[in-house]
Each structure stands twice: as structure tokens, then as C-alpha cells.
Nanobody
């Protein structure tokens, strides 16, 4: 059973920052592609950022230049630094891990951007 535990969500005002963390006990963490997705009520879950085992990153256009995904293999942790947050960034953020051909999800953490 793959466990992914997210933390760092909360409520902030527009323009502020948050950093999400996701830690796993998977010993082969460094080999996995990791990502962050978000879900807004009434919409499908959207992958917003991904990081490959070699450090390459991908972002959805709406967060490019504002969000940064990173990983610390020694700590088996992936981060999502979110700057210049907007109300439309509000949603539940999920950590995900691609292990071979299977996709695993954390329990999610709520991010609310509101004035």
C-alpha cells in the first residue's frame, strides 16, 4: 500500500504564497515521477505540476511562472511552492506518484485563496 501524506494547505489572500509538502515511505521514491493535481468542485481533477526522476518538470499553463515543484529524494518528499496565488487556484490539492504503470494519490489538502 503506497502512502502519500500531504500537508501545508490553508487559507490565504490573493498574492500570497503557500508551500505544500508530500512525504512517502516508499524506498524507491527517487525512481518515481511525482506530481500535484487539484480539484475544484464541479470540475475534473487537473494535473498542475509534475517532476520526473531526473528532475525535469512540467506545468500546466495557468501556473507557469508562479508554481515550482521540487523533490528531496533523501527525505522522500515532493514540494509545491505556490506564489502569487489567485482565487482560481482554490481547490483540493492532491499529491500523486506514478509507480511503474500505476498512479497513486494522497488524501488531499485544501487550498483557499480569498480576500
Amino acid at each position: 500500500q503506497v502512502q502519500l501524506v500531504e500537508s501545508g494547505g490553508g487559507e490565504v489572500q490573493p498574492g500570497e504564497s503557500l508551500t505544500l509538502s508530500c512525504v512517502t515511505s516508499e524506498v524507491n521514491f527517487r525512481d518515481y515521477t511525482m506530481g500535484w493535481s487539484r480539484q475544484v468542485p464541479g470540475k475534473e481533477r487537473e494535473l498542475v505540476a509534475g517532476i520526473h526522476s531526473d528532475g525535469r518538470t512540467d506545468y500546466v499553463d495557468s501556473v507557469k511562472g508562479r508554481f515550482t515543484i521540487s523533490r528531496d529524494n533523501a527525505k522522500r518528499t515532493v514540494y509545491l511552492q505556490m506564489n502569487s496565488l489567485k482565487p482560481e487556484d482554490t481547490g483540493v490539492y492532491y499529491c500523486n506518484a506514478l509507480i511503474h504503470t500505476a498512479l497513486y494519490w494522497g488524501q488531499g489538502t485544501q487550498v483557499t485563496v480569498s480576500s
